[in-house]
Structure formats: C-alpha cells, structure tokens
C-alpha cells in the first residue's frame, strides 16, 4: 500500500492511466460507484487499485492479489506503485530494491540431454522396451 497526497487533476489521472494502464472511473454517471475510481491489472490474479483516502486529496494505491505471485514479483509491484505516487506527490518514500540473486544455469551437454530425450523412443525402435 502506497499512501499519497493529490488533488487528482485530470492530468494527474492521466499520468496514472500511462503509466499503469490503469482503467478509470471518476465520474460515475447516474449514482456512486461502490468500486475503486482506478484499477490497473498486474497479472492474472492480481491488480493495482486507486483508493481514495480518509480526507480530500488523499489517495492509495494497493494491491491486491488473489493468487501466488513470487515474492520478487510483489516488491517489484510496490516500487513501481511507488514511483506512480512520487511523480504526483514528491513526499512519497521510494523503497529499497531488493538485492539480485546470482542466476544458475546448469549446463549440460547439448548430446547428454538429446539422449535422455528420445532413449525411450529409440529402445522402442530397436524392439528393446
């Protein structure tokens, strides 16, 4: 949850609406929309919600999920809610990104895994299995 400061100008939406592909909805037509003015999709089963806050120009963007995202994927979602709330309100506190892990890739040889691949095939061919 990032809590931010705007007075949320059509402009300031529309710097939202940018950068996260943020579906809007201010300006309800006939009576009060129940739901959140804003709300951007992350991934399958999570999305990214404007809230508004407790007193006029306060605003948070949440989110939510209803899956199993990885918890690089969660920080990363946060940064990037950070840094939409800065660009309207400088008060807001940019988080540490978290350290990169080394990335390990087994090497195998090309011939070690075409074998394993297609062994059970070629016992069946030679009338083995």
Same mark, same amino acid.
């Given at each position: 949850?990032? +809590?931010?400061?705007?007075? @949320?100008?059509?402009?300031?939406? =529309?710097?939202?609406?940018? @950068? $996260?592909?943020?579906? *809007?909805? @201010?300006? #309800?037509?006939?009576?009060?929309?129940?739901?959140? +003015? /804003?709300?951007?999709?992350?991934?399958?089963?999570? /999305?990214?919600?404007?809230?508004?806050?407790?007193?006029?120009?306060?605003?948070?963007?949440?989110?939510?999920?209803?899956?199993?995202?990885?918890?690089?994927?969660? &920080?990363?979602? &946060?940064?990037?809610? =950070?840094? /939409?709330?800065?660009?309207?309100?400088?008060?807001?506190? @940019? #988080?540490?990104?978290? %350290? *990169? #892990? %080394? !990335?390990? !890739?087994?090497?195998? +040889?090309?011939?070690?895994?075409?074998?394993?691949?297609? =062994? =059970? $095939?070629?016992?069946?061919?030679?009338?083995?299995?």
């Amino acid at each position: 949850m990032v +809590p931010f400061t705007s007075e @949320m100008t059509d402009a300031d939406l =529309a710097r939202l609406a940018r @950068m $996260f592909d943020l579906s *809007t909805h @201010m300006y #309800p037509k006939q009576r009060p929309n129940p739901t959140s +003015p /804003g709300v951007a999709r992350l991934d399958h089963f999570s /999305g990214l919600y404007l809230e508004r806050g407790d007193a006029d120009g306060e605003w948070v963007l949440e989110g939510r999920t209803w899956g199993r995202p990885a918890a690089e994927s969660v &920080h990363e979602w &946060h940064l990037l809610a =950070a840094q /939409g709330a800065h660009q309207l309100d400088p008060t807001v506190k @940019m #988080p540490e990104r978290l %350290p *990169t #892990p %080394p !990335i390990h !890739i087994d090497e195998r +040889p090309v011939e070690e895994v075409q074998n394993r691949r297609f =062994a =059970a $095939f070629r016992r069946h061919l030679v009338g083995l299995s």
